[in-house]
């Protein structure tokens, strides 16, 4: 506990952040710390040896990852958070998505009278973990996709609708050239 944890809010928006990225990204030193920010900084304390794990300095017995293992990671989470948000979207409910976690140790540590809950266990099985406890901790509904249609996903801050300063200047612009069309059919038929 001796470093600063990122707060709940903060740690999804980097992962989402990351999903987003291109899956050359995905595998980069900045997509590994990213990772490691999630299995760290989730909301249960993380101990043995992912770190190792992920960043490719593990002893012999614990195979690293490779850029590959990380685009299959970023798409895997990628499509569940995805699903999540169109179920939530979906008034009616439907497909559940899952993230398959395979065999997790649990437990319990104490620090100064508090208790923190422990995980460990493969790297891609606890930041799995951690991820399905950051989203039940901030909520599905702080995510959003894209009102533009282009697909991607964002963090909502106040009344967000777009991922990006591109496609909201994208919808306005095909808004404004739709009234303007409307407009001159107007004075058009006006004219005697």
């Not at 999540?84 to 979906?90: A, F, R």
């Not at 409307?182 to 004219?191: F, I, P």
Request: one cysteine or more; aromatic letters at 6%.
């Amino acid at each position: 506990m001796g470093r600063k944890r990122n707060k709940p809010e903060v740690l999804l928006g980097r992962l989402i952040g990351y999903l987003e990225e291109s899956p050359e990204a995905a595998g980069s030193r900045e997509g590994r710390r990213i990772l490691l920010e999630m299995i760290e900084d989730g909301p249960d304390v993380a101990i043995g040896d992912m770190r190792c794990e992920v960043l490719g300095t593990a002893p012999e017995e614990i195979h690293p990852w490779s850029a590959a293992a990380c685009v299959r990671v970023q798409r895997e989470l990628r499509e569940y958070v995805r699903a999540l948000v169109k179920l939530t979207d979906d008034e009616s409910g439907g497909f559940v998505p899952e993230l398959r976690v395979r065999l997790l140790s649990r437990g319990a540590t104490t620090v100064n009278g508090d208790v923190f809950l422990t995980v460990d266990g493969r790297a891609r099985d606890v930041l799995y973990h951690q991820v399905l406890g950051l989203l039940h901790q901030v909520g599905i509904r702080r995510i959003s996709e894209c009102r533009a249609g282009c697909g991607r996903i964002f963090v909502k801050a106040w009344r967000r609708e777009f991922c990006s300063r591109q496609c909201q200047a994208r919808i306005y612009m095909r808004q404004r050239r739709l009234n303007r069309r409307r407009n001159r059919r107007r004075q058009g038929s006006r004219k005697p």
